[in-house]
């Protein structure tokens, strides 16, 4: 059974920054992409970054193209999400998906509807 664990969420004023992990466990963690995704209030879940199996190859949503980044460290079971430069639009859930299979291109990683796992997700708060 895959579980994702995601920590890391809080309250920060714009400008500032927050890392967030996410451990994972369940099965082998560096044979499979994993991404983060978010929901705000009354919006859809949308797709922020992913990265693949070796950490090679980095997707970004363009929203948060230069001030996000996404990392793992397979030896740990964990990836990041690293979040510079927030802003009040970044408040929401933040969720770790991965999916039940080898796929790592964009297009498979960026569909919410495509992910086969999910964290229960934490809470970013960005003031304003």
């Known amino acids: 059974q895959v579980q994702l664990v995601e920590s890391g969420g809080g309250l920060v004023q714009a400008g500032g920054s927050l890392r967030l992990s996410c451990a994972a466990s369940?099965?082998?963690?560096?044979?499979?992409?994993m991404a983060w995704f978010r929901q705000a209030p009354g919006k859809e879940r949308e797709f922020v970054a992913a990265?693949?199996?070796?950490?090679?190859?980095?997707y970004y949503a363009d929203s948060v193209k230069g001030r996000f980044t996404i990392s793992r460290d397979n030896a740990k079971n964990t990836v990041y999400l690293q979040m510079n430069s927030l802003k009040p639009e970044d408040t929401a859930v933040y969720y770790c998906?991965?999916?039940?299979?080898?796929?790592?291109?964009?297009?498979?990683?960026?569909?919410?509807?495509?992910?086969?796992?999910w964290g229960k997700g934490t809470l970013v708060t960005v003031s304003s």
């Open positions: 990265i693949s199996r070796s950490g090679s190859s980095t």
């Open positions: 369940g099965r082998t963690f560096s044979s499979y992409a």
């Open positions: 998906a991965t999916r039940g299979d080898f796929s790592s291109s964009y297009y498979s990683l960026s569909r919410a509807a495509g992910m086969d796992y």
